[in-house]
């Protein structure tokens, strides 16, 4: 699932008048393909949405705005781009989230502060995530800044940089172009920024200027050449030196892929490497399908104390491991409760390397280190012919008799039949995290969760933007009645868009996560008519099918439906699951992520 940003090593110009780029890297001079300067072609609104374009952002989410009105309208009139209404600016940025991981890169517009303050929370997991998603925000007239005018949709201050200053922390770059002369400057710094980074950015563009032809924009844009990142090769070769030596002489080592493979573009290094090496493959909870788990070496998740079944043991047991690109924070490492040693890790960052106690290497990139050490390592399969060894398949969850109530193993059981090449699996967090993990992924079948900023609803608006992005392929969103009531309404563009997802709500009568953690009445909700909420949403417009069901017979018929008689519908299953029926693994997590929570303060 190593995703390529729009496409960049064949983006092609928009106009065939536009001059290529050499291969040196240099843009050449355009030729004959001027745009006279008076055209509605030329403005600023027109710049930004060619760009988005060529960039493979062809999809922007957005929520409309007295600011950002005159921009939506050039957005509109751009071919090849299609502006999506969201119900909130929240949902807008989780879909633009959703859309980046499918395409590379994602676009949100919003208005301002009332706008972006309400898509904040959305930026800063894509941040988190390292995703780039371009923030677009429609600012204050041009004029008003530097006055001492205080406008609606703020906090009645004369200042207007609150917005910008709580964007600076959650972007990689920001851009307030509030003047013509160097819109276009700037525009594409922020663009390019994001590409390079693999971060959101804003930018905030004046109300009064989108529609204002300037020369420099009486161009097609310029495709973006950007300068490729690249390997100190003496460092490169030292960090490939001590780490072939480091495991070469261990007797079991393996190999954990993390979820930072994606922003160093890395998995198909990883593979070739996990092929040369011939050691056991394990991917982070939140590295899960960037892997493809049909390897014949993969063991599954590693996840310390709720791995897949015989993993952690070779892995902890290994007297060397590699992780690439991994997050050691403390819902991955389980209340810090994993059994690792420094002294036997080597840790690949995306530009760096770090080996056991000893040294580091900067300037390296993970995806160069990886191709390079497969070239110096021995074949060494000991630690999954041990897997091997000790592996005993998994059981099944036992049958549910008629009318018994339906158990959620049973229902994941299902869940499994049903993925294929042609589906995508977005997991909500909560429960659905540790049922989605034991899922077996078939090869090219997408997997997406939030694990990093963990935030409840995420899953509504992503799994708009991952299925907007990818329509190919038919998404199946697991979602808990908790956070599926934060984020409801975008149903709404689902359906307005014509998509066809299967949504799974789990109705287990509250915050299941949290109520392994910390129990308290705060972690009991009201319970909604699910169905009948989207049935209201749905209002005979578009393709929607509901169903609610308690029992396995009436899982398999609605199953069979949605993949059959309903496959072109919007398809919405309420699971009615008792209260207390979780995963072991949630069981255990949450006991340990308790314990370390509730950590007294060190001694002063």
């Not at 091997?388 to 998994?394: A, L, M, S, T």
């Not at 229902?411 to 993925?419: A, K, T």
């Not at 995508?424 to 967090?429: D, F, G, K, L």
């Not at 398999?556 to 008689?565: C, G, P």
């Amino acid at each position: 699932m190593d995703t390529k940003i729009g496409a960049l090593d064949t983006c092609m110009p928009m106009c065939s008048d536009v001059g290529s780029i050499p291969t040196n890297g240099v843009v050449s001079t355009i030729q004959n393909s001027a745009i006279p300067c008076n055209s509605v072609e030329s403005t600023l609104g027109r710049h930004l949405a060619r760009r988005l374009v060529q960039i493979g952002a062809t999809d922007v989410f957005s929520v409309p705005g007295d600011f950002n009105l005159t921009l939506l309208d050039h957005l509109i009139a751009e071919p090849g781009l299609n502006l999506i209404g969201c119900c909130n600016e929240l949902n807008a940025g989780y879909a633009a989230d959703g859309y980046a991981r499918a395409r590379g890169v994602g676009a949100c517009a919003v208005t301002f502060t009332v706008g972006g303050l309400s898509v904040l929370n959305a930026i800063a997991g894509a941040y988190s995530e390292n995703l780039p998603v371009i923030c677009i925000v429609g600012g204050p007239n041009s004029n008003d800044y530097g006055t001492n005018r205080i406008l609606h949709h703020t906090i009645g201050l004369a200042d207007f940089s609150q917005e910008l200053r709580c964007f600076q922390t959650v972007t990689c770059y920001q851009a307030v172009v509030n003047n013509l002369e160097d819109a276009h400057e700037q525009i594409d710094m922020a663009i390019s920024t994001a590409l390079k980074e693999s971060k959101p950015v804003y930018i905030s563009i004046s109300c009064n200027l989108p529609a204002i032809p300037h020369p420099t924009f009486s161009h097609e844009p310029v495709p973006f050449s950007l300068s490729p990142k690249l390997s100190n090769p003496m460092g490169l070769e030292a960090a490939v030196e001590a780490a072939a030596e480091f495991l070469n002489k261990a007797v079991k080592p393996v190999m954990v892929g993390g979820p930072k493979l994606r922003v160093a573009k890395a998995s198909e290094a990883f593979l070739e490497l996990a092929d040369a090496s011939g050691y056991a493959l394990a991917v982070m909870p939140s590295a899960k399908g960037l892997v493809p788990e049909h390897h014949s070496h993969f063991i599954g998740t590693y996840w310390g104390a709720v791995s897949t079944a015989f993993c952690a043991e070779i892995v902890e047991s290994a007297d060397a491991y590699l992780f690439a690109g991994p997050i050691f924070n403390d819902y991955s490492s389980v209340g810090y409760s994993l059994l690792l040693k420094k002294e036997k890790a080597i840790i690949v960052h995306p530009d760096r390397v770090v080996i056991g106690n000893g040294p580091a290497f900067g300037c390296v990139l993970m995806k160069d280190f990886l191709k390079a050490l497969a070239k110096r390592l021995k074949h060494n399969p000991t630690a999954y012919e041990n897997y091997h060894r000790i592996y005993v398949p998994e059981g099944h969850p036992l049958k549910c008799e008629p009318k018994e109530a339906l158990r959620v193993n049973v229902l994941f059981e299902h869940i499994q039949n049903m993925l294929s090449s042609d589906t995508a699996v977005i997991a909500e967090t909560g429960d659905s995290w540790f049922n989605c993990q034991k899922l077996k992924l078939p090869e090219g079948c997408g997997y997406e969760f939030q694990m990093q900023y963990g935030s409840i609803g995420w899953s509504v608006g992503a799994t708009l933007g991952y299925a907007q992005a990818v329509p190919d392929k038919r998404v199946i969103a697991c979602i808990g009645d908790g956070s599926f009531q934060v984020t409801a309404q975008d149903v709404s563009t689902m359906l307005r868009c014509g998509q066809r997802t299967i949504i799974f709500l789990i109705n287990n009568a509250g915050y299941t996560i949290e109520v392994e953690i910390h129990d308290g009445p705060y972690n009991v909700i009201k319970n909604w008519n699910y169905t009948g909420l989207v049935d209201a949403i749905h209002n005979g417009e578009g393709n929607c099918w509901t169903t609610k069901v308690r029992y396995e017979e009436e899982l398999i018929e609605a199953i069979k439906t949605a993949t059959n008689a309903k496959k072109d519908c919007l398809c919405f299953i309420e699971v009615i699951a008792h209260k207390d029926d979780t995963s072991k693994e949630l069981l255990e997590w949450g006991s340990r992520v308790s314990a370390a929570n509730s950590r007294p303060p060190n001694p002063q």
